[in-house]
T-cell receptor, first 110, second 112 residues
Framework: DAGVTQSPTHLIKTRGQQVTLRCSPK?????VSWYQQALGQGPQFIFQ???????QRGNFPDRFSGHQFPNYSSELNVNALLLGDSALYLC?????????FGQGTRLTVV | AQKVTQAQTEISVVEKEDVTLDCVYE???????LFWYKQPPSGELVFLIR??????QNEISGRYSWNFQKSTSSFNFTITASQVVDSAVYFC?????????FGKGTKLSVKP
């Protein structure tokens, strides 16, 4: 049983560009959440998707948007990248109480 | 405000020592879940344990044990007979309205 998978693992983008990160949840999980983890900090909640709709959102600007597909996989899009968007982006999938995380995508904005 | 305080930024122990990681949280929810995750250098957050707020019985799972006290909002985590492979950053995270609230974590280094 594959766990949560994210792609790509590493990414370098230029300030002002747009980026799309992808997440495939653990088998049987219908809820996907995205977190941003800056260096030396704990993960910060971006948003959560359930039944293809954004169910909850953290304190992130509209430049951060997402999507969930009928197969429960999800994308995180970030527009107009800033240097401060450089971070590890983690996807978590869940079906009830427990959330399981992928290995993350390391985004570097230069 | 909902937040997590892990006062220990870094802990260093020698292999086979017991180590306790402290966690104090704030939440406005009356019922909630509490989690501990481990993050090795590879970056993936690994689920360790879950505790619900309405059962204060403390438990042991292998080398892991935890002490939950709702009255003081503390959820401490103990590793018995630590091993080098336990070296990682450990996060305590209450779950509020579906999303996890993380603190800054405690970096544990276990030396041989």
């Amino acid at each position: 049983d594959a766990g949560v998978t994210q792609s790509p693992t590493h990414l370098i983008k230029t300030r002002g560009q747009q980026v799309t990160l992808r997440c495939s949840p653990k088998s049987g999980h219908d809820t996907v959440s995205w977190y941003q983890q800056a260096l030396g900090q704990g993960p910060q909640f971006i948003f959560q998707y359930y039944e293809e709709e954004e169910r909850q959102r953290g304190n992130f600007p509209d430049r951060f948007s997402g999507h969930q597909f009928p197969n429960y996989s999800s994308e995180l899009n970030v527009n107009a990248l800033l240097l401060g968007d450089s971070a590890l982006y983690l996807c978590a999938s869940s079906f009830d109480r427990d959330a399981f995380f992928g290995q993350g995508t390391r985004l570097t904005v230069v | 405000a909902q937040k997590v305080t892990q006062a220990q930024t870094e802990i260093s122990v020698v292999e086979k020592e017991d180590v306790t990681l402290d966690c104090v949280y704030e939440t406005r929810d009356t019922t909630y879940y509490l989690f501990w995750y481990k993050q090795p250098p590879s970056g993936e957050l690994v689920f360790l344990i879950r505790r619900n707020s309405f059962d204060e019985q403390n438990e042991i799972s292998g080398r892991y044990s935890w002490n939950f006290q709702k009255s003081t909002s503390s959820f401490n985590f103990t590793i018995t007979a630590s091993q080098v492979v336990d070296s990682a950053v450990y996060f305590c995270a209450p779950r509020s309205q579906g999303n996890l609230i993380f603190g800054k974590g405690t970096k544990l280094s276990v030396k041989p």
